[in-house]
């Protein structure tokens, strides 16, 4: 579950947090210096994430592009940031981070998935995509929900534009252009059950 919601350090070097991501028992983000803790996954969450895995790998076998989990980092180059997707999908051969000699970060995703949380959603929706935006390979940016079956895409096009569609209800087909798939929104909320959206806290 990818979020940067706690501050526990500051100052270091890409080196510098490589070195202490691959010893950490669990796992941190790095954004321009600082190292941020991540939150945990409700059960519901792990489940979109892990069926968007198998239903993408089921689907793009046969072509040159695969699914990573979130065990891999994606490097923002250009806004100092080391996140960890929820889903990565890779075209081609993966292109690994120079800095990281284990081999644990790629800089060109073709297909970014997140499925949101409350405490991420406007870091995923905001700064996120931003920087995601900054990374030449990248095609196509995926919002999932965790409480309804409601998913957003995002799709770059040749001359630079974004475009946003929406897809909602668990008959509806999952549509991605850039890896030209279709999958059935049941088959990614496969027994999910859906818990109420929580509240947002009180500032």
């Known amino acids: 579950m990818s979020t940067a919601v706690a501050r526990t350090s500051e100052g270091y070097s890409v080196q510098e947090y490589l070195s202490?991501?691959?010893q950490?028992?669990?796992?941190?983000?790095?954004?321009r210096g600082e190292i941020l803790a991540m939150s945990g996954a409700t059960f519901e969450h792990s489940q979109v994430a892990a069926n968007a895995i198998g239903e993408f790998r089921n689907r793009l076998r046969g072509k040159k592009c695969q699914p990573l989990d979130s065990?891999?980092?994606?490097?923002?180059?250009?806004?100092g940031k080391y996140v960890y997707p929820d889903v990565t999908i890779v075209c081609g051969p993966p292109e690994f981070d120079v800095d990281d000699p284990k081999r644990t970060t790629i800089i060109n995703p073709t297909?970014?998935?997140?499925?949101?949380?409350?405490?991420?959603?406007?870091?995923?929706?905001g700064?996120?995509?931003?920087?995601y935006r900054t990374l030449e390979s990248l095609k196509e940016y995926v919002l999932i929900s965790q409480w309804e079956p409601w998913i957003e895409t995002y799709?770059?096009?040749e001359d630079g534009?974004?475009?946003?569609?929406?897809?909602?209800?668990?008959?509806t087909?999952?549509?991605?252009?850039?890896?030209?798939?279709?999958?059935p929104l049941s088959e990614i909320y496969l027994n999910v059950v859906f818990q109420p959206r929580p509240a947002p806290p009180q500032e």
Do not use: C
Request: charged share 30%.
């Open 71 to 79: 065990n891999i980092k994606v490097r923002m180059s250009e806004v």
């Open 127 to 131: 700064l996120k995509f931003a920087g």
């Open 173 to 183: 087909l999952l549509r991605l252009p850039s890896l030209s798939i279709e999958v």
């Open 20 to 22: 202490r991501e691959a």
């Open 161 to 171: 534009r974004w475009t946003i569609t929406s897809f909602e209800g668990v008959q």
């Open 111 to 125: 297909v970014v998935i997140e499925v949101l949380s409350l405490s991420t959603e406007t870091y995923d929706r």
């Open 24 to 31: 950490a028992q669990s796992r941190h983000e790095y954004d």
């Open 155 to 157: 799709l770059r096009h």
